[in-house]
C-alpha cells in the first residue's frame, strides 16, 4: 500500500479491498465475523476503506 502512494497513484476503495483479500485473508474473515447484520458488511468495509483512502 505505501508503493502505491509512494509512486503518486490514486488509492480506491476497490483497491484496497483487493490488497484485504489478497494479503489479509483471516483479519477480513474476522472483521465479517464480527458484523450482527451480514447484508451490511460490504457497505460498511467500503465505508471503512473510503476513510482509510481519504487520510
Known sequence: ?????REGEYMCTGLI????KAQ?????HDYIATK???EQVLSTLMRLCQRFAAR
Open 17 to 20: 479491498m483487493q490488497y484485504m
Open 36 to 38: 450482527d447484520i451480514h
Open 24 to 28: 489479509q485473508p483471516q483479519w477480513l
Open 1 to 5: 500500500m505505501k508503493d502505491v502512494r
